[in-house]
């Protein structure tokens, strides 16, 4: 005979001392009622449960949940996480093992699986800034930033990841690894953007100096008050494209998420495709990895972006541009060169212009 089991508890022992008072006749029914808050047919139901069963008749019986997790299924997602995924977060995880393992779960029920099987250690949750509101329309502010990391594990210099993200869509159209955070790297990112999605209305960044000039005078420095353009100002100020500089890096947080994002997930996935260079990585990132985020996680929204004007050149624009009064001798001087205008067919001399 099948062993049964019971769940006992502190409530179904004193419903049982009531109830046998009240088949005893030491209590009414209706008195058994008001005791128990039950309805007064309700406590009939249960004095007549008694009669027939005694306490097991108030029990419940000790049934395994139908949608319990096999064992040998949890042995097998411990086995995973530890010999090939143990570097994935928790969500990543869970996304790997119904892409490739044909394994759906909920990400709580994996959560509680890792925890109890001691496999994964939980941390303490951090300060929560509150958010912006997202803008209304894409193109009406981009944000952008550098990234330095160790994103290949087996090259152990940091190269830095310059990334632009829509504000409204999240959509990031293109991001690129360089070995340095330059003028020309974040130049060669807005040009492709640009290129890529259209003019926009305003640029989020931080106050690097490639973005905004952050040299002060003081008693120790000769330093005009009135400082010039950067090139990159003065490249956006020709498309008319407005730049905005943050004050902390959580007030540009959507940027800051979408690098957390990559050096978690973006390192792992090209850990498990076997890339062993930053040219591979490029090539990577734009045809795999940025396609395969914008397609999960962008939103559509009404676009703001207007096409580039033709009498732009991007080449012209995306360029360093300096002012130089010509000398005597019909030159100029330019790190440390020296160039020699030839005449014109209108001018023969250039001096002083």
């Known amino acids: 005979m099948k062993e049964k089991r019971f769940i006992v508890t502190m409530r179904d022992i004193q419903r049982y001392r009531i109830l046998k008072d009240c088949v005893e006749k030491r209590i009414k029914a209706t008195q058994a009622s008001?005791?128990?808050?039950?309805?007064?047919?309700?406590?009939?139901?249960?004095?007549?449960?008694?009669?027939?069963s005694g306490l097991e008749g108030l029990l419940r019986i000790s049934r395994p949940s139908p949608r319990k997790i096999p064992q040998k299924i949890v042995r097998k997602i411990c086995y995973l996480y530890r010999e090939h995924y143990w570097d994935f977060n928790i969500l990543h995880f869970k996304d790997k093992l119904a892409e490739i393992h044909n394994l759906f779960l909920s990400y709580e029920s994996l959560r509680n699986i890792l925890i109890k099987e001691g496999v994964h250690h939980p941390k303490k949750k951090k300060k929560v800034y509150r958010r912006r509101r997202r803008m209304p329309?894409?193109?009406?502010?981009?944000?952008?930033?550098?990234?330095?990391?160790?994103?290949?594990?087996?090259?152990?210099?940091?190269?830095?990841?310059?990334?632009?993200?829509?504000?409204?869509?999240?959509?990031?159209?293109?991001?690129?690894?360089?070995?340095?955070?330059?003028?020309?790297g974040n130049?060669?990112?807005?040009?492709?953007?640009?290129?890529?999605?259209?003019i926009f209305s305003c640029l989020y960044v931080d106050r690097a100096s490639h973005?905004?000039?952050?040299r002060h005078g003081g008693i120790h420095y000769n330093i005009k008050l009135e400082q010039d353009e950067t090139q990159i100002e003065r490249a956006l100020k020709e498309l008319n494209i407005n730049i905005i500089t943050a004050n902390s890096p959580q007030a540009k947080g959507r940027i800051e998420r979408l690098f957390g994002f990559f050096q978690d997930r973006l390192v792992k996935e090209m850990r498990l495709a076997g890339i062993k260079d930053y040219e591979t990585a490029n090539r990577f990132l734009l045809e795999q990895f940025l396609p395969w985020?914008?397609?999960?996680?962008?939103?559509?929204?009404?676009?703001?972006?207007?096409?580039l004007p033709k009498n732009k050149d991007l080449d012209t624009v995306f360029s360093k541009k300096y002012e130089r009064?010509?000398?005597?001798?019909?030159?100029?001087?330019?790190?440390?060169?020296?160039?020699?205008?030839?005449?014109?067919?209108s001018r023969f001399s250039f001096r002083k212009a």
């Open 293 to 307: 985020y914008n397609k999960g996680f962008s939103r559509k929204v009404e676009s703001s972006y207007f096409p």
């Open 325 to 345: 009064v010509v000398k005597g001798d019909n030159t100029i001087q330019i790190m440390s060169e020296t160039i020699q205008i030839p005449p014109t067919p």
């Open 187 to 198: 130049m060669h990112v807005i040009r492709r953007f640009i290129e890529l999605k259209g």
């Open 34 to 52: 008001h005791i128990l808050g039950l309805s007064y047919i309700h406590t009939l139901r249960l004095k007549k449960r008694v009669i027939q």
């Open 137 to 184: 329309k894409a193109g009406m502010l981009v944000q952008m930033d550098s990234s330095e990391h160790r994103w290949l594990g087996d090259i152990p210099e940091r190269w830095h990841l310059i990334a632009m993200i829509d504000d409204a869509s999240n959509e990031v159209p293109y991001a690129r690894f360089f070995p340095k955070d330059t003028v020309f």
């Open 211 to 214: 973005f905004r000039t952050s």
